[in-house]
């Protein structure tokens, strides 16, 4: 039974288009995050999220906007995907804002062509 | 100064070596440490935590030297199974901010 799950694995798209990723955890944690990781590999947080509200929200250009539906879910849609939005991003969860031991999904492999 | 920084490596050792990560992290109001694990294509996955008296898991052993804002991570007797990235991670200035390091790569050979 996956902790934190992600979907879609992959995602190949055109520059230009708007595309989601979903994110659901069944840990029962309070807090969930977007980290990307780029082409070096460098894993950075985008947002975060506690009992559906927004607590971090990094230099992330506007095109991101994340949803928490419920604290089990926090998707990201991303507008008018570029070449530079290409990498692997990570939906990871706690119990509670910076709390021991993030899960992570298995990541999104997104690539822009 | 990068916020978390080690060595990237490659540090590539036999197997049944010893071998020692190290990191340095710029804020000294930093309370919360850890060592993370990724596997080539997968996600990362917690190692440890690092305390303040030092830690240790089996083969794993964690240090924290909060007067040089320095951590280190020490293997023994590697395993095949130990090759991967190491991630030193330490909390940011906002709250639930996790910084990852770049990782140091282990690859331990036969």
């Known amino acids: 039974d996956t902790a934190v799950s992600q979907t879609p694995k992959y995602l190949v798209t055109q520059m230009g288009n708007d595309k989601s990723i979903k994110c659901e955890q069944n840990l029962g944690h309070d807090t969930m995050y977007w980290y990307k990781q780029d082409s070096k590999k460098f894993l950075k947080i985008m947002f975060s999220?506690?009992?559906?509200?927004?607590?971090i929200n990094e230099t992330v250009p506007n095109r991101f906007s994340p949803k928490s539906p419920d604290k089990a879910h926090l998707n990201l849609h991303i507008n008018s995907l570029e070449l530079g939005d290409s990498a692997v991003y990570f939906c990871?969860?706690?119990?509670?804002?910076?709390?021991?031991?993030?899960?992570f999904g298995s990541g999104t492999r997104l690539t822009v062509v | 100064r990068k916020e978390v920084e080690q060595d990237p490596g490659p540090f590539n050792v036999p197997e049944g070596a010893t071998v020692a990560f190290n990191c340095t992290y710029s804020?000294?109001?930093?309370?919360?440490f850890f060592w993370y694990r990724q596997d080539c294509r997968k996600e990362p996955k917690l190692l440890m935590s690092v305390y303040s008296s030092g830690n240790e898991d089996g083969r794993f052993t964690a240090q924290l030297n909060r007067a040089s804002q320095y951590i280190s991570l020490l293997i023994r007797d590697s395993k095949l199974s130990d090759s991967a990235t190491y991630l030193c991670v330490v909390n940011g200035r906002s709250q639930g901010n996790l910084i990852f390091g770049k990782g140091t790569k282990l690859s331990v050979k036969p």
């Open positions: 990871a969860s706690s119990d509670s804002p910076g709390g021991v031991g993030y899960t």
């Open positions: 999220y506690n009992n559906k509200e927004l607590i």
């Open positions: 804020n000294s109001a930093s309370q919360s």
